[in-house]
């Protein structure tokens, strides 16, 4: 039997509103226990000119932003160490750091994806080995570099009951569909990035809290079926999106008042999440939900009346919603040092189960 470790997995994701930190003892495979979990603001200058950066795909992709990166990494850093702090650990109780940074481009098509921070940096500053560059292999052998979760999510429903959907809604949504015999993911469209972009831009507000704005408004079912009318839900599954990838299209509800256009873009998410449902062998029995968007009442109220079976926030099952996405990275992170996959040809369309990440060995001597 592989021996357990304990790791630690970091990341923040394409909302940008604060790295995830967590920890797991694993083996990477069916031996899984989760630990602390917190959640860290980017501090505001360094989050705005990430937004700013993602925003502008020629700069993501060609500028090297060694200063940027060096504060990614810093942050990341940073965070751990704080974790790490809270729960009373030091290096020595870590075997490992899963970094997975953050994303600022993803362009699978012409095979690049771009994450900040450093997993050397953080290694060095910290003490502890780190893998970092998990999407890399997958996007370099055709595949969609995301999602990432689904080995992760399968291990955790190991004992519920199946078909199951596990739907992800970050500022990008994406579902693992899990039976007995398959786990397939993709993306569905946006979730909370829409929206959140559209309230902040009207209000000042980073997000709408408990979907209060959008269940005050009127959806504009015209519009709504001009952006349900993109290219990308035709594509079968693999599939992946950036963030930025709907903006675009999505200024079609610049008209409307501020309510009603936030009420478009939530049903927007609702009806992409629904069409999933065409690439799943088997009706789902049940959908867990995780990601900042099960806050959001006006989504999960507007799915189970879309989907007509149980939609139920993750901790219905004693799954730690804020924290799944940090405790799979060091999940992963054992898996890339044993060589195990991270993907799978139904989870990202790679031609073949792809292992991935970079170890990157600490410098003797350093301590959090």
Known sequence: MTE????????SGTSMDGIDVAVVETDGEEALRVGAGGTYPYPDALRRELLAIAADAPRAEHDPLADIDADVSTAHAQAIAELMREAGLTARDVALIGLHGQTILHRPEKRFTRQLGSGAQVAARLGIDTVDHFRHADVAAGGQ????????????AAKLARPLMVLNLGGVGNVTYIDDATTIAFDTGPASALLDDWVLRHTGQRYDAEGKIAASGKVDRAILAELMGHPYFALPAPKSLD??????????VDALSLADGAATLAAFTIEAV???LAHAPLAPQR???TGGGRRNLFFMRELARRLAVAVEPVE???WQGDFIEAQC???LAMRSIRGLPLSLPTTTGVPRPMTGGELHRASSGLTP
Request: proline share 5%; aromatic share 14%.
């Open 243 to 252: 963030r930025n990838d709907f903006h675009a299209r999505a200024r079609i």
């Open 316 to 318: 219905a099952v004693g």
């Open 287 to 289: 959908w867990l939900v």
């Open 145 to 156: 570099g995301a999602p990432f979760a689904p080995l992760y999510h399968r291990a955790l």
């Open 274 to 276: 629904t069409a999933a």
């Open 4 to 11: 357990t470790k304990r790791a630690i997995g970091v990341i």
């Open 329 to 331: 990275f060091g999940y």
